[in-house]
């Protein structure tokens, strides 16, 4: 995420004078996404410390963990995009019927 970050933003002071609006919006949507990814990431440990603590109550929420993925893959395919970027998640049922 941050590599994402400091990669759109060098490309930027590289390559602004070249670029158009639309690419310059583009470019910014998408440090904007890995910046709001990363602050997620850095919160996560700040709020199981204080559930540790019981200074906050857990309330467990369900989310769609592909489109979670999906939005990460995103993010990084564009921070790489002259690499190729494979996902070998398997899919939901082979997860339900794995053996414990």
Known sequence: MFNSILGFTQMLVEELPSLRLDEVQKMALTMRKSATNLYGMLENPLEWSCLERGLI???PTSFLLM????ENMISAAESVKKKTLISSIPSLE???FLPM
């Not at 489109?67 to 999906?70: D, H, L, N, R």
């Open 57 to 59: 109550i857990c309330e």
């Open 94 to 96: 082979t997860w339900l």
């Open 67 to 70: 489109t979670k993925i999906s």
